[in-house]
């Protein structure tokens, strides 16, 4: 069963990525390695994590465990992670990503992003979210060109085969873009029916820049039934159209708006559910549906930023 999804994109620096990825944003304590195993059994051969996520040493034991076992060989999976906030100056960079190859136990990853364009002062490895003593977030100025910088050393020092950038708007993007040296292979950003990004996604295009969609799925909620594209007759009549799922439905439109889906799961039914989207495509009166339901909405506000010169979305509207 595995590799079974030839769907590869070639990036800018001529390194290729499977057009779908597992998600792992809030999967630990075990379910992260449970789940990138059956991943990469299904076929999946690329994986998300991220320093915050506090499971890159669970994903890097999954996949150690699979080269073990002989299923894969190192360069046949791609694994994207990311530089915390509280690495951002440039001294840290490498430092932040030593410490990632040790926890995920690997030589090099294929890709290290920028997490998110805003920085948080540095008060320890495991101080990820830094607080004063009134509770707000302690902010600090550094420009992310002088972060990128550091960042691509470590392309140079064989770290990373590759770097990249999550959360950028289209100013930051246009701007780090106008001043690097290695240009970045993706900008990891939040797509779904509700925030559809066609902008952003264009210009990444017209830059020879993948996107990765995080929350594909709105990271959804049964009990709330939101967001409302999840739990919407109309998206259940074209899942039944195609014998899929709503989840399905709407990965595949994710894919159809030009970007790789990371859609988050540790149920192994659904890993596979959103690996089965490879064998239809929606038609224009479907996305016209799908289309229908944007409204700029996110899940990942980052709020607490607000108040830094480098947070990246002007509007920022209310939860789902
Ligand atoms: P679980 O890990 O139990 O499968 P997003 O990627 O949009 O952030 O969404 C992730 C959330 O959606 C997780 O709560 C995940 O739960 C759930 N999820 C993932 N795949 C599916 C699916 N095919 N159908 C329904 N829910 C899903």
Redesign the pocket.
């Known amino acids: 069963m595995t590799g079974k999804v030839e769907y590869y994109f070639k990036h800018n620096d001529g390194t290729h990525i499977q057009g779908i990825g597992l998600?792992t944003?809030?999967?630990t304590e075990g379910?992260c390695e449970r789940?990138v195993l059956h991943a990469i059994d299904v076929g999946y051969r690329h994986i998300d994590t991220a320093y915050f996520y506090g499971n890159e040493a669970e994903v890097g034991a999954a996949v150690r465990k699979k080269i073990a076992e002989g299923v894969i060989k190192r360069e046949d999976i791609f694994i994207t992670t990311k530089l915390w906030c509280n690495f951002h100056e440039p001294e840290r960079v490498e430092y932040a990503c030593r410490k990632t190859l040790k926890n995920i136990g690997l030589d090099y990853v294929d890709l290290y992003l920028i997490h998110w364009p805003f920085s948080y002062k540095y008060r320890g490895d495991n101080e990820l979210i830094p607080k004063d003593a009134n509770g707000e977030v302690e902010l600090v100025d550094i420009d992310y060109l002088d972060t990128w910088g550091a960042m691509e050393k470590l392309v140079d020092l064989g770290l990373t085969k590759s770097i990249g950038v999550s959360n950028f708007n289209e100013e930051q993007l246009t701007r780090l873009l106008a001043n690097c040296k290695i240009k970045p292979i993706h900008n990891q950003i939040e797509v779904?029916p509700a925030l559809d990004q066609k902008k952003l996604i264009a210009l990444c295009k017209k830059n020879g820049i993948l996107v990765t969609a995080?929350?594909?799925?709105?990271?959804?909620?049964?009990e709330l039934r939101t967001p409302t594209f999840?739990y919407d007759g109309k998206v259940q009549a074209i899942a039944d159209k195609y014998n899929k799922?709503?989840?399905?439905v709407v990965?595949r439109y994710v894919i159809e708006l030009g970007t790789i889906?990371?859609?988050?799961?540790?149920?192994p039914?659904?890993?596979e559910?959103?690996f089965n989207v490879f064998d239809f495509k929606l038609d224009a009166e479907d996305h016209a549906i799908l289309d229908s339901y944007h409204n700029g909405e996110r899940?990942a506000h980052a709020r607490q930023a607000i108040k830094s010169k480098y947070y990246p979305f002007n509007v920022y509207s209310a939860c789902f």
């Open positions: 998600g944003f809030a999967s379910d789940a779904h995080f929350s594909p799925l709105g990271r959804h909620n049964a999840m799922s709503i989840a399905q990965i889906p990371l859609p988050k799961s540790s149920n039914k659904r890993i559910e959103n899940v």
